[in-house]
T-cell receptor, first 113, second 114 residues
């Protein structure tokens, strides 16, 4: 049973470009979470989605960031007009249901130059 | 707002020694997790603690939960070099109608030396 998959694993963008991060949850999991980890820090919650719905986006910056989890295909975290401060590791986690344990993907390391 | 604090932030210990990492959280919680992270890697789940007094052990690691004190501990027995990593605790809390997001502690970087 494949785990949570994320791609790309490493992404380099210049300031002002767009970054698209993809997350495929584990088979049978319909809940997806995105977390961001800045260097030398713990993970910070960004957004929680179920298929076609954003359930909790309390951790998402108000501007430039958006997330979706369409009926078909992976969940996508989109960052428009990236800035240096967006450089971080972005982790996706999935769970099979409410309040279930979350399983983390390998992360996407975004570097903004 | 839920806050999670870990201490120490950095721990250097010799092989064979014992030590404890502490995780304090500010409000009532439904579950507490311990994760391990190696440099540049993802998070590996170590323990899930669901109730007051819960104790779980795996190899040289033992985790416990005291919900009244809002405290969890991760005890390391007879440390070996392979345990060198960063350890995070994370707290999950139900918010009516939604699954709980996790609030992470700052992490404890453990370095085990010969």
């Amino acid at each position: 049973n494949a785990g949570v998959m994320q791609n790309p694993r490493h992404l380099v963008r210049r300031r002002g470009q767009e970054a698209r991060l993809r997350c495929s949850p584990m088979k049978g999991h319909s809940h997806v979470y995105w977390y961001r980890q800045l260097p030398e820090e713990g993970l910070k919650f960004m957004v929680y989605l179920q298929k076609e719905n954003i359930i909790d986006e309390s951790g998402m910056p108000k501007e430039r960031f958006s997330a979706e989890f369409p009926k078909e295909g992976p969940s996508i975290l989109r960052i428009q007009q990236v800035v240096r401060g967006d450089s971080a590791a972005y982790f996706c986690a999935s769970s099979p249901g409410l309040a279930s344990e979350q399983y983390f993907g390998p992360g996407t390391r975004l570097t903004v130059t | 707002e839920l806050k999670v604090e870990q201490n120490p932030l950095f721990l250097s210990m010799q092989e064979g020694k014992n030590y404890t990492i502490y995780c304090n959280y500010s409000t009532t919680s439904d579950r507490l997790y311990w994760y391990r992270q190696d440099p540049g890697k993802s998070l590996e789940s170590l323990f899930v603690l669901l109730s007051n007094g819960a104790v779980k052990q795996e190899g040289r690691l033992m985790a416990s939960l005291d919900t009244k004190a809002r405290l969890s501990t991760l005890h390391i027995t007879a440390a070996v070099h392979d345990l060198s990593a960063t350890y995070f605790c994370a707290v999950g809390r139900e918010n009516t109608g939604t699954a709980s997001k996790l609030t992470f502690g700052t992490g404890t970087r453990l370095q085990v030396t010969l």
